[in-house]
Nanobody
Framework: QVQLVESGGGLVQPGDSLRLSCAASGRTLSSYVLGWFRQAPGKERELVGDISWNWWSAGGTSYAESVKGRFTISRDNGKNTVYLQMTSLKPDDTAVYYC????????????WGQGTQVTVSS
């Protein structure tokens, strides 16, 4: 099992920045992908972006068009933690944000965190 714990959510104003953290523990996967998802009320969950995690990769990332240029995913191998740096936040970014992990050879995210609320409002 892989345990994921998100933190860092909160209430911010439009234009502000916020950094979410996702701490991973438990079974070590030799190579996996960690994704950040979000789900707003009444909307489907969407993939915000992801980062690969293995010993030979520099940690390639990809992002949804809606956040490209504003959000950045990074990792700290020593802390087994992945970050989602969010800048220029908009009210449309309001959602519960989840981190999730999958084996790099699988399309399915098998491990999920509990989620952290991000609210962007003036």
């Amino acid at each position: 099992q892989v345990q994921l714990v998100e933190s860092g959510g909160g209430l911010v104003q439009p234009g502000d920045s916020l950094r979410l953290s996702c701490a991973a523990s438990g079974r070590t996967l030799s190579s996996y992908v960690l994704g950040w998802f979000r789900q707003a009320p009444g909307k489907e969950r969407e993939l915000v972006g992801d980062i690969s995690w293995n010993w030979w990769s520099a940690g390639g990332t990809s992002y949804a068009e809606s956040v490209k240029g504003r959000f950045t995913i990074s990792r700290d191998n020593g802390k087994n933690t992945v970050y989602l740096q969010m800048t220029s936040l908009k009210p449309d970014d309001t959602a519960v944000y989840y981190c999730a992990a999958r084996d790099s050879v699988s399309p399915r995210y098998d491990y999920w965190g509990q989620g952290t609320q991000v609210t962007v409002s003036s």
